[in-house]
């Protein structure tokens, strides 16, 4: 065990920890004001929830002893064998790993409950998210991380493209279609109700993510800096490309748009951080940004109410960054060659992953869905909707002025 | 007695308080309102998706004054409340005056009623 590499994983676990508590932020601007306590909850429930599967059984079914590349064994239970130093990554103590992943998935869940917002249970939320970090989560971060199916192909995922982000967008397309649309959309009322709550958000994301990618190198070394630069080149270019594209498209640029953009260079550059040179890593935020924006456009054409662009934004990103991925890692940065280095393979497997993860997740997440509206209903009753969630689901309201 | 509403832009705000005062209204109130009459309202675009805003947000003053007083106070309100002063040339959602017979008045603390309570 190596400690400066110890105080490096700690500092980068406490920076995504705080990742999610900016996402309540982030998405708490995002709604109407009579839904800013939901929305937020929605996110920060997840800290305490996730964080308690995770230690009964989420960290052992994603990094327990490999079971035929499908899920981990029931070694680490409870928390049973932390002691001494973890088996995926010797320099660092097991409970410092184990610390860090746990981040992941809390902030992987509460991705999600962009979908779903506005009009969801909390009790149904609760439910969902408690399945599907067992039955969705935890499979897939074994499969990418935990040397399950997709790391024995040869796919990579340096922070979380699959595991993360097309992940939690699989799922917030299953929400969307299995919670079904606000019943206002677009009318008086409807617009973000508290934008410089978003972008107070977005930048703490943005904070939090360096520690999310360069943290991911698991080790304070040159590997954890190359992933720091690419971050944040990836970041700035992804700002830079939804500007233009929306400056071109509606005359105007706009905050939300800025943040936006940086969001999807971020979630672009999520699995390539620490497989792609900088220069690749600037491009990749471009093209995010400028992509992202389409993304976000989707939802008008195929009329899924995705009501905060999880889907746009972190499935459309997470995509392009893992196909990005398999075109221009370089084995200079660590070890993997994409099509543009001479391995078309990488690239090949890179699609198999997208394939797999959004087609897994998406039906577990629906079967998921199914049993949580049989057991407790989905849907807040739409007087209650009307009303707003915060008073109806928990008797508070967000602004008394 | 008379009561005056006036609905005015909020930019216009301080200038007709300040008319008002100057002609000694020593009472009035106000409230925070959204309307539209013929100026239009305004789109808000978020990631790429259009909301119309119809209602703008606009100031009502109410004041109740005796009879006599009217026309003095009615030329203070058009004349700060006009986009462009006194001579300006207006524009669409400067506002509208609304006038109504006031009933009754009553002062609580004495209780004087009519002329003496407003």
Known sequence: ?401 | MKKIEAIIRPSAFDRVKEALSELGVHGMNYTEIKGFGRQHGHVEVYRGRTIAVDFLPKVRFEVVCHDEALERILKAILDAARTGGPEGPGKAGDGKIFVSEVLEAVRIRTGERGRDAV
């Open chain 1, 1 to 401: 065990m190596n400690a400066t590499d110890t105080a490096f994983i700690l500092v980068c676990a406490s920076m995504v920890f705080v990742m999610t508590p900016a996402l309540a932020l982030f998405y708490g601007g995002l709604v109407s004001a009579r839904n800013v306590l939901s929305t937020s909850f929605h996110s920060y429930a997840s800290l305490g929830l996730v964080t308690a599967v995770w230690a009964v059984c989420g960290y052992s079914l994603a990094f327990g002893s490999d079971a035929s590349g499908i899920i981990g064994g029931l070694d680490y239970v409870f928390l049973a064998g932390m002691a001494g130093p973890a088996p995926l990554a010797g320099n660092l103590p097991h409970a410092a790993f184990m610390m860090f992943q746990c981040m992941f998935a809390c902030l992987t869940v509460a991705l999600i409950s962009g979908s779903y917002a506005e009009r969801i249970r909390f009790s149904a939320m609760l439910a969902f998210s408690l399945l599907w970090t067992v039955f969705c989560y935890c499979p897939m971060a074994h499969w990418v991380w935990g040397g399950g199916w997709m790391a024995q192909m040869g796919a990579v995922d340096f922070a979380g493209g699959a595991v993360v982000h097309m992940a939690s967008a699989a799922a917030a397309l299953a929400c969307a279609h299995a919670v079904g649309p606000r019943l206002r959309i677009g009318l008086t009322g409807t617009s973000p109700h508290n934008l410089p709550m978003t972008l107070i958000g977005g930048g703490l994301l943005w904070f939090g993510w360096f520690g999310f990618n360069a943290g991911s190198a698991l080790a304070a070394g040159p590997l954890a800096a190359h992933a720091f630069a690419t971050t944040h080149l990836a970041t700035a270019f992804g700002m830079i490309g939804w500007l233009l594209v929306e400056w071109m498209r509606t005359g105007k640029p706009t905050t939300l748009g800025a943040v936006s953009g940086a969001l999807a260079g971020l979630v672009a550059i999520t699995p390539a951080a620490g497989f792609v040179p900088l220069g690749s890593a600037m491009f990749m935020g471009f093209a995010g940004g400028m992509v992202c924006y389409a993304g976000v456009l989707l939802k008008n054409r195929f009329r899924y109410d995705d009501a905060l662009d999880v889907v746009g934004i972190h499935g459309i990103g997470g995509t392009l960054g893992a196909i990005l991925t398999g075109v221009f890692a370089s084995a200079q940065v660590n070890g993997v060659n994409g099509l543009l280095y001479g391995s078309p393979r990488q690239l090949l497997v890179q699609t198999v992953s997208v394939i797999a993860t959004w087609g897994y997740v998406y039906l577990a997440s629906r079967l998921i869905l199914l049993l949580v509206d049989k057991a407790v209903g989905l849907r807040a009753d739409p007087d209650e909707e009307a009303a707003g969630l915060d008073l109806n689901e928990h008797h508070e309201r967000g602004y008394s002025l």
